[in-house]
């Protein structure tokens, strides 16, 4: 299993392909392993990097620790230098887009592209009482996926695609229901508590890639418009008739997005 350690606490990492790194970082709910239908696209025509934030899937649990992002920023610090790159393209969905952006503006000489979906410059009203909502369902494995995983979807998959939501909560409603993770889920969502880059925007200084979906209901159009706005050399789409599981919802275009924009020769054209 490969593994690295950070000041004693082992951390897990997976690498697929050959190419310039892509550093891929996970949602809140996610590990490694929620990557399992990408890997063999997004590794086809780059070094395609996987690993465990703190409190994720196979890397080491902060039990009774609190935390914030800056932790996490320093696990994507010692993944690269474990595995003596200079600098990646750094990509990054929800929970992992922020700790994509803090990484950018805290080691810019060590990102060498940006992809931030379904992201936010920082945790408002509106996100925070989400993840207070959340944090009050524990405790219940049904109580916390009603909570939690619909308002992730946008109406028309989650009732579309019913039989499939049918499966989900089969498999994560006895995995809510587990103390250890959801304990870890909660420092997780604790961890994001004071999150605000707003005012460091402007150091980003790599080509970024902002994702949004229209019909994302945790970090709305408007909180990728305005990541839009303040960094330079920033390019934004906008994927329509999708929730904030972007990479369930439309999965080929979330592969085709961070296939071409980290597989690009070059950003800029003499046109």
């Known amino acids: 299993m490969p593994t ?9 990492y997976e690498s697929y392909g050959r190419g310039r790194p892509l550093v891929l970082l996970n ?15 997004l590794s086809a025509n780059n070094r395609l990097l996987l690993v465990d934030f703190l409190d994720q899937g196979r890397s080491d ?5 609190v935390y914030d992002h800056g932790i996490q920023v320093q696990v994507v610090r ?3 230098e ?14 992992g887009s922020e700790v994509a952006l803090e990484f950018a503006v805290t080691y810019p000489e060590m990102t060498e592209r940006l992809i931030l979906l379904n992201a936010t410059a920082a945790t408002g009203w509106w996100l925070g ?52 993770f959801i304990g870890a889920m909660q420092r ?7 999150y605000d880059l707003r005012d460091r925007l402007g150091e980003v200084q790599c080509p970024t890639l902002v994702v949004s979906c229209q019909e994302d209901y945790l970090t709305p159009l408007k909180e990728q418009e305005y990541l839009a706005a303040h960094i330079k050399a920033c390019h934004h789409v906008i994927l329509p008739n999708c929730g904030h599981a972007s990479m369930y919802e439309q999965p080929t275009l979330f592969a085709a997005l961070i296939a071409g924009f980290a597989g690009l020769s070059h950003t800029k054209f003499d046109i």
């Open 82 to 95: 474990h595995l003596e790159l200079k600098n990646a393209c750094i990509a990054g969905i929800s929970y």
């Open 4 to 12: 690295f350690t950070m000041d004693g606490k082992q951390i897990y």
């Open 188 to 194: 997780l969502t604790d961890s994001s508590e004071t």
């Open 129 to 180: 009482d989400i993840g207070k909502a959340w944090n009050l369902a524990a405790g219940s494995g049904e109580a916390y996926y009603h909570t939690s995983i619909p308002v992730i979807y946008s109406p028309a998959f989650y009732t579309e695609r019913h039989e499939w939501m049918e499966k989900r909560k089969e498999l994560l409603i006895p995995l809510f229901g587990n103390p250890d």
């Open 61 to 65: 649990k902060m039990v009774g620790q």
């Open 27 to 41: 949602g809140i709910m996610m590990s490694c392993a929620s990557w399992k239908p990408f890997i063999e696209a």
């Open 78 to 80: 010692r993944l690269l």
